[in-house]
């Protein structure tokens, strides 16, 4: 593993003080050397930090992950005044939960030729009555409608979906509008079409029953939220399920711990 | 104080409207499509000069005059052009009413001397009126009855004492009677008003209705007869016209300000609040421009309103600069006073101004709320409605597990009344991990849905060991199954 170090005391880095212990290892190589590399805790180093983002494998990821111990609450409510993304098939329930806990109506902004959700099938989330369902054209319609709805500040939550890629320019336009009206949104995005410009995006997958920590989980379904982009923090994931009778999210356990 | 009323006859009333915009050179007649033939409507003394009449067919009128020309009647637009001569006439007294199809009454009771008397106003008048280029016959008496009866037969003045001396040697025809009763009537020797005056009351009552006597009585005075004015109809437009052209948005604006000032206090006293508003800007170049407000909830807030109309204006091309600015509520309804509240009032609001500036974007229409419906039938069980006019529905009614998305039905293999083990379903395949069901729902056979041709349906929710959790169904009646909804 590389560390751009910009600092002429490489000497001490090797001799010293270690302690923040970063594991090396490469995905194929299983055998970890235990203690490869160390940063001195008192001494200020700069990092070339993409170097490092470059060099890591989806294990040193999940390394990371079980190190760092994210509370959910800290980022669930979504943060209030940001415009986030959900993605993946549960990405409809996520929503669905996020307006049912969103206070004053929701705006729900679609295309004309997306069936709208079944009021029905959302009425145990959130009560069918708080949405008020705006149909545009294209999606640029839907991406104004939404700038304005947040913009407003007249709805607890903007709920988005939209069909198409979305540019760091209109990330950051409904980011701000979220800042000026003091609004949630939340954007339902396809796998991968996210800007960057989002606080937080969300993938949500359904558990199936054999998956499931609780075998005896037949009163309510299982899904693994996993925070795949947090602006502020680090990222995490958690099985989840709903719980009607509190009417809230309840976290079943820290996937994969 | 007597009674005196002008009586208003415009005898070509629909010819001259039409040649007033258009006017011809040439023998002219309006025809209109009756009995089964284009009949002559309406028609100009030449016309009349070539033997013509109303209600002659056009075929037959051509024979007695090659040259005539033409034009289709409009009646609706011919009493839309009475209306304005009655709100015209009402610069003589301020009670005008409209006499059928081509005349006026104006109850000029108290109000002649303003124009230096009977004689002068009644020249005024027709002056006027010919400067226009309408024809009009006029008759002033104590009674509708008697101003009609000179107006139609013999123009002039009836002083108060002389009404039967004036009317009397008119034919029967001028107390408005019908034709069948005149005709009758003159079967027995009696051509004027002054020989029925003559006959004993009681012999006409006995032989006719009443009607005869009372259209006499009502010529004569003896019974009152209301004339009945036009309502006045609130016209919530206002404008300004400004003495240079202006083009900045904050000119404009600010000249918005004043006007939705103006009409919100008129709306205020007339407790209305407007729906639809169109604020038109009329250019140097004589070009408008115009701005369309459609607005989610009633209202007369001019400080709302103004900011609602930001948008539209900010689009509008000044070009040279606009000197004029109409603002009219073209949509009006009512809106009585309001109890403040200081938090939930706002918020009502604000959500309102949301929903019109969204609505200015996409269309009103597309704004929607859900709100529930009697059905058992899954996609039937809710509609969506215009949410700028319903109020959100509070209670839902709960019913079974529903998915949060539904789609129309879309096929996939298996077979047999269990789910498949595996399927394939959007290009992905899929094993089954636990299926619950069946939940059977019938067709509604009242209803005419062509969608439950395939009869019975029994419902399943299945869990993927994908992840997906499906609502799936089997109609046993007629083999299949379908996916038609993601729990997600």
């Known amino acids: 593993m590389q560390v751009g170090i910009e600092n002429e005391d490489k000497a001490q880095l090797l001799s010293g003080t270690f302690r923040n212990v970063i594991f090396e290892s490469s995905s194929r190589e299983t055998s970890a050397k235990p203690v490869f590399r160390a940063l001195p805790a008192d001494r200020k180093y700069k990092v070339g930090f993409s170097v490092v983002m470059l060099r890591l494998s989806s294990f040193h990821l999940s390394l990371i992950r079980r190190s760092m111990s994210l509370p959910f609450s800290s980022v669930y409510p979504l943060k209030r005044s940001r415009a986030h993304e959900v993605c993946g098939e549960g990405g409809l329930v996520f929503a669905a939960i996020s307006a049912g806990q969103a206070k004053g109506a929701v705006v729900w902004v679609s295309e004309h030729w997306r069936p709208t959700v079944n009021p029905e099938g959302l009425s145990p989330y959130c009560d069918p009555g708080k949405l008020l369902i705006t149909r545009a054209v294209s999606q640029l319609d839907v991406l104004a409608s939404a700038e304005t709805a947040l913009r407003s500040g007249a709805a607890g939550l903007v709920v988005v979906e939209v069909s198409g890629a979305i540019g760091l320019t209109e990330g950051r336009r409904l980011q701000l509008a979220a800042e000026a009206g003091r609004t949630t949104g939340l954007l339902i995005i396809p796998e991968g079409a996210g800007s960057n410009a989002a606080e937080t995006r969300w993938r949500c997958d359904g558990l199936s029953a054999s998956h499931s920590p609780c075998q005896n989980s037949h009163d309510s379904t299982h899904w693994r939220w996993s925070l795949i982009k947090n602006k502020i923090g680090t990222l995490s994931e958690w099985v989840v399920r709903w719980d009607a009778a509190s009417h809230r999210v309840i976290v079943v356990s820290k996937a994969g711990g | 104080m007597q009674r005196r009323i002008v009586s208003l006859w415009f005898p070509r009333l629909a010819a001259e409207r039409s040649q007033r915009a258009n006017p011809v050179d040439a023998p002219f007649a309006l025809t209109l499509f009756d009995r089964n033939s284009e009949r002559i409507y309406d028609l100009c003394p030449r016309a009349e000069g070539f033997g013509l009449q109303r209600g002659m067919t056009l075929v037959h009128a051509r024979s007695f005059c090659p040259s005539l020309l033409t034009r289709p009647s409009d009646p609706e637009a011919d009493q839309r052009f009475l209306k304005l001569l009655a709100r015209w006439a009402t610069r003589y007294c301020p009670w005008v009413g409209l006499d059928g199809r081509d005349g006026l009454f104006l109850d000029i009771t108290g109000s002649a001397h303003l124009l230096g008397g009977e004689e002068p106003l009644l020249d005024d ?364």
């Open chain 2, 125 to 488: 008048v027709r002056a006027r009126l010919t400067r226009a280029g309408l024809t009009a016959r006029l008759g002033l008496a104590g009674t509708p009855g008697a101003a009609w009866a000179l107006s139609h037969f013999a123009e002039g003045i009836a002083k108060p004492d002389e009404v039967l001396a004036r009317i009397g040697p008119l034919p029967l025809a001028a107390l408005r009677l019908s034709q069948e009763t005149c005709t009758n009537l003159e079967r027995l020797g009696i051509a004027t008003v002054s020989e029925l005056y003559n006959l004993p009351r009681a012999t006409i009552a006995r032989r006719y209705d009443q009607s005869v006597l009372r259209h006499l009585d009502q010529a004569l005075g003896a019974i009152g007869e209301q004339i009945s004015p036009l309502k006045d109809e609130q016209n919530f437009a206002v404008r300004i016209t400004l003495p240079d052209p202006i083009g900045l948005l904050d000119d404009v604006m600010a000249g918005t300000r004043r006007l939705l000032n103006h009409l919100c206090a008129r709306l205020d006293t007339a407790q209305r609040g407007a729906r639809l508003l169109k604020l038109t800007f009329r250019r140097v170049d004589q070009e408008n421009q115009s701005v369309e407000l459609r607005l989610a909830r009633p209202m007369r807030d001019a400080e709302r309103m103004l900011a609602l109309f930001e948008r539209g204006v900010s689009a509008v091309d000044a070009g040279y600069g606009i000197d004029m600015i109409r603002l009219e509520a073209v949509q009006i309804e009512e809106l009585g006073m309001r109890q403040l509240d200081r938090a939930q009032g706002r918020e009502k609001d604000s959500l309102a101004d949301l929903i019109t500036q969204l609505g200015n974007r996409v269309g009103l229409e597309n704004i929607l709320r859900f709100a529930p419906v009697d059905s058992h039938i899954p996609e039937c069980s809710f509609k969506l409605v215009p949410a700028a006019y319903s109020n959100p529905v509070r209670s839902w009614p709960s019913r079974r597990p529903r998915p949060l998305r539904l789609f129309p039905p879309e096929p996939i293999l298996g077979d047999g009344p269990q789910p498949p083990a595996r399927f394939r379903w959007r290009g992905r395949s899929l094993t089954t991990a636990e299926a619950e069901g069946p939940e059977r729902i019938t067709p509604a056979w009242w209803e005419d849905n062509d969608s439950w041709a395939h009869g019975l349906r029994d419902y399943w929710r299945v869990g993927t060991r994908q992840g997906q959790r499906l609502w799936l169904f089997h109609t046993p009646q007629n083999p299949g199954w379908f996916v038609q909804g993601e729990f997600g």
